[in-house]
């Protein structure tokens, strides 16, 4: 997976970005856990997000699919 380089803060990390980030990841796998979510942004981010804003962000994705 090619990963464009893109500056954030983490005050800009809202469920609205969550869920775009990660629409074409669950339309592929929605069982993907909050745990792998957090994982993945930090590591391609280097961004820290909470529980709550990863569960949002999920459901909204999971909305627009």
């Known amino acids: 997976?090619?990963?464009?380089?893109?500056?954030?803060?983490?005050t800009e990390v809202t469920?609205?970005?969550i869920a775009k980030k990660f629409a074409k990841t669950l339309r592929?796998?929605?069982g993907i856990t909050l745990e792998?979510?957090?994982?993945?942004?930090?590591?391609?981010?280097g961004l820290?997000?909470?529980k709550?804003?990863?569960y949002r962000g999920?459901?909204?994705a999971m909305e627009l699919i």
């Open 48 to 50: 820290e997000t909470t």
């Open 36 to 45: 792998a979510m957090h994982d993945e942004i930090a590591e391609n981010y």
């Open 15 to 17: 469920t609205s970005w």
């Open 1 to 10: 997976t090619i990963h464009t380089l893109e500056y954030i803060r983490d």
């Open 52 to 54: 709550m804003q990863l």
């Open 28 to 30: 592929g796998n929605p």
């Open 58 to 60: 999920k459901r909204k």
